[in-house]
């Protein structure tokens, strides 16, 4: 979190103009900390990278591979994600993937992104760390320079595996630690608690990794206690099923906790019947510290900006002071260093004064 002598005043944003809002949450500098890069690979690139590499696809073209995007829950869209990863092969086509999503990111005035990507995923086809590392450090190196964005990769466990396993891909990951900022825990969460992965994280806090972890999406709040209690995370990727258990509500605003919520795959895999019901104005209320975020943007209909602006015209009860809380909050959630947190804070209340 950005220290307290760090941080700038707010704005006083009580005058806004509501029609003001949705330009603001647009254009207005913001980190996205839930976005899994394999997730953002577009029907368009992956036909692309199939055509590349001689890989045979089971749809005819990208609107036949687009209508398969309909998902019942988590599983049926995993399956699909797993299989859309069998396109990238070589180290070339990884960078293509982070340079896509990072060029879409900056349009949408992120300034921060703390991308997750599953090794596993890549590593049990015979794709190893020499061959994507190189190519995310060298997009975010690009993204950086040509953009202004800052990139902080964060490697994250697939939890329907084994621990062994996850243990493995971490051995395989430390000469690349340099570049790394966290471990996280994705992949299918019923029946795989955080419980399960506590030797892998407590080598990655050895490590000097930042610790984050998704639960309480479609698993039960008592996932987001492991997470918390277990794992020692610093962030909760979903944890949108917390507002079911009042004490763990009460703990993750005494807290500070964040939440990285992703309300557009919220929709999609079924955790929330449509936007409008989605519980994230609730969890502000209750003193949460929750972030919006894209989570899989190629599959779920919606960049960061998308799931903003989407959210906010579904509850009209969403005002200027929520839209405000939901970009700081990004901005001090994210792992960056103090000073750069305290210059992009600064940049984002200067553009709301100016708007008031």
């Known amino acids: ?22 330009h603001l949450l647009r254009v207005s500098p913001k980190a996205e900390l839930h976005v899994h890069i394999e997730g953002t690979l577009e029907p ?17 073209d990208v609107e036949a591979l687009r209508k398969a995007y309909a998902f019942t829950d988590l599983q049926s869209f995993l399956d699909l994600y797993y299989a859309g990863c069998d396109v990238l092969r070589t180290e070339q086509d990884f960078f293509d993937l982070a340079w896509a999503y990072f060029q879409r990111a900056a349009r949408d005035h992120v300034v921060r992104v703390e991308p997750f990507f599953d090794p596993q995923s890549h590593t049990a086809r015979g794709v190893g760390f020499e061959v994507f590392m190189p190519a995310f450090i060298q997009a975010a190196q690009r993204a950086q320079d040509e ?3 800052s990139v902080g990769w964060i490697v994250s466990v697939l939890r329907h595996l084994s621990e062994e396993d996850a243990l ?3 051995d395989a990951a430390q000469p690349w630690l340099d570049h790394l900022i966290g471990i996280g ?5 019923r029946g795989n608690p955080p419980e399960k992965f506590s030797r892998v994280f407590a080598r990655a806090r050895e490590m000097g990794l930042h610790a984050v972890a998704h639960a309480g999406e479609e698993g039960p709040p008592a996932y987001v206690l492991g997470a918390l209690d277990v794992l020692k995370v610093e962030r909760i990727d979903h944890g949108v099923r917390a ?10 605003a005494r ?24 519980n994230l104005p609730q969890l502000l209320a209750a003193g949460l510290k929750v972030t919006v975020n894209s989570d899989d943007p190629a599959y779920f209909g919606g960049y960061v900006n998308d799931n903003l602006t989407e959210l906010f015209a579904a509850q009209p009860a969403l005002g200027a002071a929520q839209a405000y809380a939901l ?14 947190k305290a210059l992009w804070i600064a940049q984002l209340d200067a553009q709301w004064r100016q708007a008031v």
């Open 1 to 22: 979190m950005i220290s307290d002598n760090l941080t700038p005043s707010r704005p006083d944003i009580t005058a806004l103009p509501v029609e003001r809002v949705a």
């Open 44 to 60: 368009e690139l992956i036909f692309a990278l199939a055509q590349r590499n001689g890989v045979s696809l089971p749809y005819a």
């Open 147 to 149: 953009l202004g964005l």
């Open 168 to 170: 493995q891909m971490l």
């Open 185 to 189: 825990l994705d992949s299918s969460e």
């Open 243 to 252: 507002s079911e258990d009042p004490a763990l509500m009460q703990r993750l």
């Open 255 to 278: 807290e500070q906790m964040p939440l990285t919520v992703c309300p557009l795959s919220n929709v999609r895999l079924c955790v929330v019947p449509d936007l409008a019901q989605h």
């Open 327 to 340: 970009l700081r909050n990004s901005l001090e959630a994210s792992f960056a260093a103090d000073g750069d």
